[in-house]
């Protein structure tokens, strides 16, 4: 049996009032312009020097662009084909760089509150120092049961423990891969049953898969047969023009040129062969695989 891990809380934007020293000389500065919120691994647009969280920006431009696609799919008149993400600021294309040392100078200074406050942390970090506090060393950091969904302080929690006893958590069946919380019953009869399913399922996908690909070898099969059969007819004219030319030989060098055009044809017909036989290789260890 195996059972899924306990899920940490992610960690939530920077507000305002979590800045115990923000200036409003710099208030605009430090605020990303998409989320509101002070920026946190910020990157700047190199056209308009704004600057985002790294992540807002990712998922704007991402938003962005999935609407192109859309409009280029439903032949929007509107767009252009090419069209580009831009930025909030409407510059285009968004070309990102590094920020400015002065911005990078500004947010190392801001002292911040940390986010388990209301869990009863009194730390107040600079800039640089938060998200490895809040991650490793925060004795109230809250971690969730992914099955009861109890929150817990990580510090004095014992992982093993719950999991063991918890009723709520996901269990997976390693016999018939079937989920199942651990207060419901998972019977003998049941998981055969749901074993048996899983097998017919697999065969069924083996059958589908096999078949198409006997389909595509077989069609491969018949294109080297064809290919084979233009160049048994390309021979043969070839010897009919060979003899013709062998005829305006002189007697002293038609042994050398007979066995010269004979060593030519030995030599394509096993490259011929190497081919097929390489390329029935690879769809053998398709199918098998």
């Known amino acids: 049996m195996a059972f899924n891990s306990l899920t940490e809380f992610s960690s939530y934007p920077i507000i305002s009032e979590r800045v115990t020293n923000l200036n409003n000389e710099y208030a605009d500065l430090v605020h990303c312009p ?3 919120n002070i920026l946190w691994k910020p990157v700047t ?3 308009c020097e704004n600057s985002f969280c790294f992540q807002c920006i990712q998922t704007w431009l991402f938003k962005q662009q999935e609407q192109i696609d859309e409009d280029i799919y439903n032949n929007n008149n509107e767009i252009e084909f090419f069209s580009l993400p831009r930025c909030p600021f409407n510059c285009s294309p968004y070309k990102q760089r590094k920020c400015s040392p002065l911005l990078i100078s500004i947010l190392s200074k801001l002292t911040i509150e940390c986010q388990n406050k209301s869990y009863g942390c009194k730390e107040i970090l600079i800039y640089e120092q938060l998200e490895k ?3 490793d060393f925060c004795q109230y950091q809250v971690i969730q049961c992914s099955g009861c969904k109890q929150n817990m302080f990580k510090a004095i929690f014992d992982k093993s423990q719950h999991l063991l006893k918890c009723l709520y958590i996901d269990i997976e069946c390693t016999k018939c891969q079937s989920i199942f919380k651990r207060k419901d019953q998972h019977n ?3 998981c055969l049953e749901k074993q048996f399913c899983l097998l017919r399922q697999n065969m069924l996908r083996y059958e589908e898969k096999s078949s198409k690909m006997f389909d595509i070898l077989r069609k491969k099969i018949e294109i080297i047969d064809e290919k084979f059969t233009v160049i048994e007819d390309i021979w043969e004219n070839d010897d009919k023009q060979i003899d013709k030319e ?4 002189p007697t002293s060098t038609q042994s050398f040129s007979l066995q010269s055009i004979k060593k ?3 030599i394509i017909g ?3 062969i190497i081919a097929f036989l390489f390329t029935l290789l690879i769809y053998i260890r398709i199918f098998f695989n």
């Open 34 to 36: 998409i989320c509101g």
């Open 188 to 190: 003998q009869s049941d």
């Open 133 to 135: 506090h809040e991650k």
């Open 264 to 266: 030519w044809k030995i």
């Open 45 to 47: 647009c190199s056209l």
């Open 246 to 249: 062998v005829d305006s030989i």
């Open 270 to 272: 096993i490259e011929f």
